[in-house]
C-alpha cells in the first residue's frame, strides 16, 4: 500500500516529470509526451536525511513497475554474497542485481533478457577459478542463475550447465596457452553457457565485446580481454566495469527493438537508485553520462537520490527546485558530461501540507489546532518527522490528545509495524536522521554554540571518544556531509536535531529528576563561560532551570543606549533549551510566570519599588519569550497579549530607546503567530 507522500504532485501527477520522462502517466499508464526526446537527463533528486528521497523513490515504483521494465536499487545497501569471489563487487552485484528486477514481464510487452551482461558477468565471475577447485567455480556460476534465467528461464535455474562447464574447464587444464588464465578461464565458461543456456538467436550476443579493447571485432577476444583487465585491477578493471554497464543498457536498448505491433513498449526503462551519491552510484552511473556525451543515445529514464546537494559530480548539473518541476524541466546539455544531470531539490513540506498530512492520519481533529503547525515548526517541514510525528499524534492516548504538544509528541511511542512493539518517538526519527553515527557524544555537543565551546566540552567530557584526532571536527564534517545546515549560534544549528540530540541528552540515561549527564554538561559549559554574567553563561542557567541572574542581567542592562543588542541578548536567552520533565500533565510552568501568577524567584535584595517593578516585570518578560520561542510548545495567544503588554511597559521606561521597545511589542507579537522567529531589528521578515 502507498504512503501517502504530499508536496511531491510536481513528480507523481498525471502530467508531472516523471511521466514526461518515462513517457506514461503513474498508475492509469495513459500516454504522455516525452519532454526530452531521445536524450532524457539523469535526474537526482537532492535532499538531507528525511527529507523523503527513499520514500518517493519506492512511489515511483509502484506506480510504474507494471507498466514498463524496472529495477530500484539502494547503492549504500548492497549485500555482499557470503564466500563470493573476486568476480564479484559491488558494480558486478549491482548490475545483476539490476538485470533480474528489470526482466519481468510488463503491461502488454515480453520479458527483458540481459544475455550480453549474462555473458560478461559469467566471464569476470571464472579469473579467481583453480583448476583443483570445483566448489569454488560452483557456486560462483550459481549465484549468477537468477541473471541467466533472464535469457532462458529453465536453463538458467537448472544446474546441468554449471557441470558442464566444469567439465569443460578439467579439459582444459592440460592445455597450454599464451592467454593469461583468466582470459583462458572466461573463454571456456563463455563457450558452454553459449551452448548449454543461449537459444540459437541469442548465441550472437557474444558480438556486443567485440567492440572491446583489443577485440579486433571478435566477441570471445573481447570477453577474454574484458576478464584479464577486470583481474588486473585499477584503471583497466574501470575500463571493464564501464563496458559492462554498457551492456547492461544494450540488453535494454535491444528490448526496445525489433517488436511487433502487438509487442510494442509503451514505456522507456526506469533505473531507480537511492544514495547515488556513495561510489556505488557514481560508478553505475558516470558510464551512462560519458555515453550520452559522446552521442550515444539511450531509452534508460534514471531517476536517482543523493543526499549531497553540493556533490562534485553535479558541478554542472541543471539545478531546479522540486516546484518548478512541474509543468516543465529544462536541462540543456554542455560541453561537459554532468551537464547531463537534472538536479531537482526536494523542498520541504508547506504549513498547509504538514496539516493535510495531520488531517488524514487523525480525520475526527481529536488533537489540538496548532499541532500541526508547530510540528512543522519543529521539523522544518522535513517530511520524516512529519510523518513520524503525525502518527504518534493519531495514536496518542485519548486522555492526551487534547494537551498535545510536539514535546509530549517526542515522549510518546509509535506503532511502526504490525508485527512489533511501539517504539519511541525521540529516538527512532533520531535514529533515522542519524543512521550512521554515535548520537551520545553528538547529544553532549549539542548543547555547544560553536566549535570552540564544542571543543571544549570533548576535551572535559568525551576525552575517550576521539583518541586519534579532533572529534569536533570530525562531527563538524560529518554533519555537513549529510547535508545538515550550519548556523551561528549553535554548534548543531537544525531545529529538529537539536531537539532530538538534547531530548537524548536529558532522558536517555533515565535518572530523573538528578538529570546528571544534563546538568554536568549545561555547568561544565555555564563555567567555560566564566563567572561574568555573559549571555552564553545566562543562557546554560536557564537550561539548569536558574533565571534570577538572568533577569537581574536584563534589568541591569536595561538603560543602556544599544536597545537593539538588549533586545538581542532577550532573544537569545530565551532560545535556551527549558529543564522540562517527561510525561508532565497540565500546562506549562512558564506559562503561570509569564502572566504573573506565580513569582519568577526570589528578589534580590537592596531594590527600590521601581527597580522591584522593573525586576518583576523582566521576570514575566523572560519567560513568555522563552515559552513562546520554544519549538516543543504551541504559542499561547494569552502569552503572546501579555509579551506585547511588557515591553510596551518598558518602552515607557526607557529614557532614550523607546521606539524599538515598541516596535517589538507591536511586531514580535506578530512573527509569533506567523510562526516567525523574532526579528532583531522588530519588523524584519528574515528574523535576523
Same mark, same amino acid.
Given at each position: 500500500m502507498?504512503?501517502?507522500?504530499?508536496?511531491?504532485? #510536481?513528480?507523481?501527477?498525471?502530467?508531472?516529470?516523471?511521466?514526461?520522462?518515462?513517457?506514461?502517466?503513474?498508475?492509469?499508464?495513459?500516454?504522455?509526451?516525452?519532454?526530452?526526446?531521445?536524450?532524457?537527463?539523469?535526474?537526482?533528486?537532492?535532499?538531507?536525511?528525511?527529507?523523503?528521497k527513499t520514500a518517493l523513490l519506492k512511489q515511483l515504483r509502484n506506480a510504474y513497475r507494471e507498466a514498463t521494465p524496472l529495477a530500484l536499487l539502494d547503492c549504500a545497501r548492497l549485500e555482499p554474497p557470503a564466500d563470493h569471489g573476486p568476480g564479484w563487487n559491488p558494480l558486478t552485484g549491482a548490475l545483476g542485481e539490476l538485470a533480474v528486477q528489470l526482466s519481468p514481464r510488463v503491461h502488454a510487452a515480453k520479458p527483458v533478457q540481459f544475455p550480453r551482461l549474462s555473458l560478461g558477468l559469467v566471464a569476470v565471475a571464472s579469473i579467481s577459478w583453480a583448476q583443483d577447485d570445483d566448489e569454488r567455480a560452483r557456486?560462483?556460476?550459481?549465484?549468477?542463475?537468477?541473471?541467466?534465467?533472464?535469457?532462458?528461464?529453465?536453463?538458467? #535455474?537448472?544446474?546441468?550447465?554449471?557441470?558442464?562447464?566444469?567439465?569443460?574447464?578439467?579439459?582444459?587444464?592440460?592445455?597450454?596457452?599464451?592467454?593469461?588464465?583468466?582470459?583462458?578461464? #572466461?573463454?571456456?565458461?563463455?563457450?558452454?553457457?553459449?551452448?548449454?543456456?543461449?537459444?540459437?538467436?541469442?548465441? $550472437?550476443?557474444?558480438?556486443?565485446?567485440?567492440?572491446?579493447?583489443?577485440?579486433?571485432?571478435?566477441?570471445?577476444?573481447?570477453?577474454?580481454?574484458?576478464?584479464?583487465?577486470?583481474?588486473q585491477g585499477g584503471r583497466r578493471r574501470r575500463e571493464a566495469e564501464d563496458f559492462l554497464v554498457g551492456a547492461l543498457v544494450e540488453d535494454l536498448g535491444r528490448a526496445y527493438t525489433g517488436l511487433t505491433q502487438v509487442g510494442t513498449r509503451r514505456g522507456r526503462p526506469v533505473l531507480l537508485l537511492d544514495?547515488?551519491?556513495?561510489?556505488?552510484?557514481?560508478?553505475?552511473?558516470?558510464?551512462? /553520462?560519458?555515453?550520452?556525451?559522446?552521442?550515444?543515445?539511450?531509452?534508460?529514464?534514471?531517476?536517482?537520490?543523493?543526499?549531497?546537494?553540493?556533490?562534485?559530480?553535479?558541478?554542472?548539473?541543471?539545478?531546479?527546485?522540486?516546484?518548478?518541476?512541474?509543468?516543465?524541466?529544462?536541462?540543456?546539455?554542455?560541453?561537459?558530461?554532468?551537464?547531463?544531470?537534472?538536479?531537482?531539490?526536494?523542498?520541504?513540506?508547506?504549513?498547509?501540507?504538514?496539516?493535510?498530512?495531520?488531517?488524514?492520519?487523525?480525520?475526527?481533529?481529536?488533537?489540538?489546532?496548532?499541532?500541526? $503547525?508547530?510540528?512543522?515548526?519543529?521539523?522544518?517541514?522535513?517530511?520524516?518527522?512529519?510523518? /513520524? /510525528?503525525?502518527?504518534?499524534?493519531?495514536?496518542?492516548?485519548?486522555?492526551?490528545?487534547?494537551?498535545?504538544?510536539?514535546a509530549a509528541l517526542l515522549d510518546l511511542t509509535v506503532?511502526?509495524?504490525?508485527?512489533?512493539?511501539?517504539?519511541?518517538?525521540?529516538?527512532t526519527l533520531l535514529?533515522?536522521?542519524?543512521?550512521?553515527?554515535?548520537?551520545?557524544?553528538?547529544?553532549?555537543?549539542?548543547?555547544?554554540?560553536?566549535?570552540?565551546?564544542?571543543r571544549m566540552l570533548a576535551r572535559t567530557r568525551l576525552r575517550a571518544e576521539a583518541p586519534d584526532g579532533d572529534l569536533v /571536527?570530525?562531527?563538524?564534517?560529518?554533519?555537513?556531509?549529510?547535508?545538515?545546515?550550519?548556523?551561528?549560534?549553535?554548534?548543531?544549528?537544525?531545529?529538529?536535531?537539536?531537539?532530538?540530540?538534547?531530548?537524548?541528552?536529558?532522558?536517555?540515561?533515565?535518572?530523573?529528576?538528578a538529570y546528571a549527564t544534563w546538568r554536568a554538561v549545561h555547568e561544565t559549559l555555564r563555567q567555560y563561560y566564566g563567572p561574568a554574567p555573559d549571555p552564553y553563561r545566562l543562557h546554560h542557567d536557564l537550561a539548569l532551570g536558574r533565571t534570577e541572574e538572568a533577569v537581574t542581567h536584563l534589568r541591569v542592562t536595561f538603560p543602556a543606549?544599544?536597545?537593539?543588542?538588549?533586545?538581542r541578548r532577550l532573544r537569545f536567552l530565551a532560545d535556551a533549551p527549558y529543564p522540562r520533565e517527561q510525561q508532565r500533565p497540565g500546562p506549562d510552568p512558564r506559562r503561570a510566570i509569564a502572566l504573573g501568577r506565580e513569582p519568577a524567584g526570589p528578589l534580590p535584595g537592596g531594590l527600590d519599588d521601581e527597580d522591584v517593578e522593573l525586576h518583576l516585570c523582566l521576570g514575566r518578560l523572560l519567560h513568555a519569550l522563552w515559552l513562546l520561542a520554544d519549538p516543543l510548545a504551541l504559542p499561547d495567544d494569552d502569552v503572546a497579549d501579555k509579551l506585547a503588554?511588557?515591553?510596551?511597559?518598558?518602552?515607557?521606561?526607557?529614557?532614550?530607546?523607546?521606539?524599538?521597545?515598541?516596535?517589538?511589542?507591536?511586531?514580535?507579537?506578530?512573527?509569533?503567530r506567523a510562526w516567525r522567529t523574532v526579528a532583531v531589528p522588530p519588523g524584519r521578515e528574515d528574523g535576523v
Open positions: 502507498d504512503r501517502e507522500l504530499y508536496g511531491r504532485e #510536481a513528480i507523481l501527477a498525471e502530467s508531472g516529470l516523471a511521466a514526461r520522462l518515462i513517457g506514461l502517466s503513474p498508475y492509469g499508464f495513459a500516454r504522455v509526451p516525452f519532454e526530452h526526446g531521445d536524450d532524457p537527463p539523469v535526474t537526482v533528486f537532492t535532499g538531507g536525511r528525511g527529507m523523503g557456486r560462483d556460476l550459481q549465484r549468477l542463475g537468477p541473471v541467466l534465467a533472464t535469457v532462458d528461464a529453465t536453463k538458467g #535455474a537448472a544446474t546441468t550447465w554449471v557441470t558442464k562447464v566444469l567439465s569443460k574447464l578439467a579439459a582444459r587444464a592440460a592445455e597450454t596457452s599464451s592467454v593469461p588464465m583468466a582470459g583462458l578461464l #572466461a573463454e571456456a565458461t563463455v563457450e558452454t553457457v553459449l551452448e548449454e543456456v543461449f537459444g540459437r538467436f541469442q548465441q $550472437r550476443a557474444d558480438s556486443f565485446y567485440g567492440a572491446y579493447r583489443n577485440a579486433g571485432g571478435r566477441g570471445r577476444a573481447g570477453l577474454q580481454q574484458l576478464a584479464v583487465d577486470f583481474e544514495n547515488a551519491h556513495d561510489p556505488l552510484g557514481r560508478r553505475l552511473l558516470e558510464p551512462l /553520462l560519458r555515453a550520452r556525451a559522446d552521442g550515444r543515445r539511450d531509452k534508460v529514464v534514471v531517476l536517482a537520490a543523493s543526499r549531497v546537494h553540493e556533490h562534485e559530480t553535479l558541478r554542472h548539473a541543471t539545478r531546479l527546485r522540486l516546484p518548478e518541476t512541474a509543468h516543465r524541466a529544462p536541462c540543456p546539455r554542455g560541453t561537459d558530461v554532468t551537464s547531463g544531470i537534472l538536479a531537482v531539490g526536494l523542498t520541504p513540506l508547506s504549513p498547509a501540507q504538514t496539516q493535510s498530512a495531520f488531517d488524514r492520519l487523525d480525520p475526527a481533529g481529536r488533537t489540538p489546532a496548532d499541532l500541526a $503547525r508547530g510540528v512543522h515548526r519543529l521539523t522544518g517541514g522535513r517530511p520524516l518527522g512529519v510523518a /513520524l /510525528l503525525g502518527r504518534a499524534a493519531a495514536e496518542a492516548p485519548a486522555a492526551q490528545r487534547a494537551a498535545l504538544t510536539p506503532e511502526l509495524r504490525e508485527d512489533s512493539a511501539p517504539v519511541p518517538v525521540a529516538a535514529k533515522a536522521l542519524l543512521p550512521q553515527v554515535r548520537r551520545g557524544p553528538l547529544a553532549v555537543l549539542a548543547a555547544a554554540h560553536d566549535e570552540d565551546s564544542a /571536527l570530525a562531527v563538524r564534517d560529518r554533519l555537513r556531509a549529510e547535508d545538515w545546515p550550519e548556523g551561528r549560534e549553535h554548534f548543531v544549528a537544525d531545529p529538529l536535531l537539536r531537539a532530538l540530540l538534547l531530548h537524548r541528552l536529558r532522558f536517555h540515561d533515565g535518572d530523573a529528576p543606549p544599544d536597545v537593539h543588542g538588549w533586545l503588554h511588557e515591553l510596551r511597559q518598558l518602552s515607557g521606561r526607557h529614557l532614550t530607546g523607546n521606539s524599538p521597545l515598541w516596535d517589538a511589542a507591536t511586531h514580535w507579537p506578530r512573527d509569533i
